[in-house]
């Protein structure tokens, strides 16, 4: 009977355990609830990038065309997408779902990740995602940051997003 009742409880504690190990902290799941809605990309701004610039992100396409596009962050189950709306450009017409979370590492700020995903919700780009530093986090407005290498020199492109 002692034998059984301390299996139980190990078992207990074992899972326990594994769900702490497994949780996000307060201060991630705080900035989850901020980010949850929806929001417009108004505005990348870039540094260390003279002239004019044209470069792919998050492997999809120029940015010029993510500037106007919708994002849309649910917290409690981490998904979303993003909606290119802006074909005046030549951009292409794009509704992409995401996986997204905090990211929180020892001894650093916590940062944005997410990952593209197919029709399917698959993960895409062999299940590689983005990762970006925020600058601001408010209410209702929103920078990250993600450091690239531009003609071989480090630059930064700004992601500035508000509410909807």
Known sequence: M???????????????AGF?????????????????????LQTITTEGITGIAKTTIFNEAEFSCFIGSEWNFIANNSMGSYTIVDNKKGCPAIKRFIRWSIYEPKDSANEFQFKRLDDKKNAMDDGAGYRLSFTELEKDKMKLKTTITFNGNPAALIYNFVRK
Not at 5 to 11: P, Y
Not at 28 to 38: D, S, V, W
Request: proline share 0%.
């Open 2 to 16: 002692k034998n059984s009742i301390f299996k139980t409880t190990l078992v207990a504690i074992l899972i326990a």
């Open 20 to 40: 702490a190990a497994c949780s996000v902290s307060k201060e991630a799941r705080t900035t989850k609830r901020t980010i949850n809605g929806n929001w417009i």
